[in-house]
């Protein structure tokens, strides 16, 4: 009889294959495929039967790494996996997973919530096609300095790496020498075909006036235009202005999940 294990998981193809069985759940580990973020990703699997059974992707590129680990049907194989992947996590590590299988983590680590986030899918882009985006333009790597001053003041509580810049994927408005709203992703791949949105924010004197919504639009009509055919992103539960903006725009949610700080004890 085969016993249920944890494996590590060295071939794009079959986590690709895996993933999109629910692609906008796993856009980040698709997305992650990529070789501009591939040299950064550690990839384990629950394997039963000898067959893949759930995902989990550990990514490195910053100073503490970021698990990511989406439960697939059946959902309590998460929780399994999990308790058998504790021992081969680092001791400092930011958790994207099920707020119900935090607890598994309790004996080991000491645990910082930072709050539930919603997956959601763009769904509908008729929504998108017909914003009037004329005023939106593309930044460039000459605009780092810029956008991180923009960064450090509209949304200081941000991750912004300068790396995603090389994309070619940020776009905002400016007033002069001003940028008042920016959106950028977190995932962008041409290869694979899938973009998460991320870096969103107005400054505060300029908002209220559909500067985010112009910015996700301009960003999404060129995804679109250009092959992306999954485009995705994550917001905090308890944003409901960013959630109406984004189901606006033609997102809807399909997944919630927790994010957690952990230090080993």
């Known amino acids: 009889m085969l016993v249920p294990q944890v494996v590590t998981i060295h071939a794009k193809a079959e986590i690709e294959a895996f993933a999109r069985k629910n692609p906008f759940l796993h856009i980040f580990e698709i997305g992650d495929l990529d070789d501009f973020f591939w040299p ?18 550990i990514y490195t590129q910053f100073d503490t790494p970021t698990l990511l ?16 992947l504790l021992p081969l996590l680092p ?3 930011f958790a994207q997973i ?40 593309q930044f460039s ?27 070619g994927r940020y776009y905002g408005v400016r007033q002069g020498k001003t940028v008042m709203s920016a959106a950028g992703v977190h995932v962008y791949s041409l290869a694979y075909r899938v973009a998460a949105l991320g870096n969103v924010s107005t400054q505060h004197e300029f908002r209220g006036r559909g500067l985010a919504a112009k910015v996700c639009a ?7 235009a250009e092959g992306i055919e ?31 700080a952990l230090e080993m004890r």
């Open 40 to 57: 950064y990703t550690l990839w384990y699997g629950w394997q039963e039967h000898g067959e893949l059974q759930q995902l989990a992707l």
């Open 69 to 84: 680990a989406f439960a697939d049907p059946p959902h309590e194989q998460m929780r399994d996996f999990l308790k058998a």
């Open 230 to 260: 999954q485009i995705g992103l994550n917001v905090k539960a308890d944003n409901p202005t960013a959630i109406a903006l984004y189901e606006r725009l033609g997102f809807e949610k399909v997944a919630e999940f927790g994010m957690y």
């Open 98 to 137: 099920d707020s119900n299988s935090v607890e598994l983590f309790a004996d080991s680590y000491q645990i910082e919530p930072h709050g539930l986030l919603w997956k959601m899918a763009l769904v509908d882009f008729s929504k998108i096609a017909n914003i009037d985006t004329t005023d939106v333009i």
């Open 141 to 167: 790597d000459n605009d780092l300095e810029t956008l991180e001053e923009f960064y450090s003041d509209a949304y200081p509580t941000n991750v912004f790496s300068a790396r995603m810049l090389q994309t």
């Open 218 to 224: 301009r960003l999404c009509q060129v995804l679109y």
């Open 91 to 93: 001791r400092r590590i």
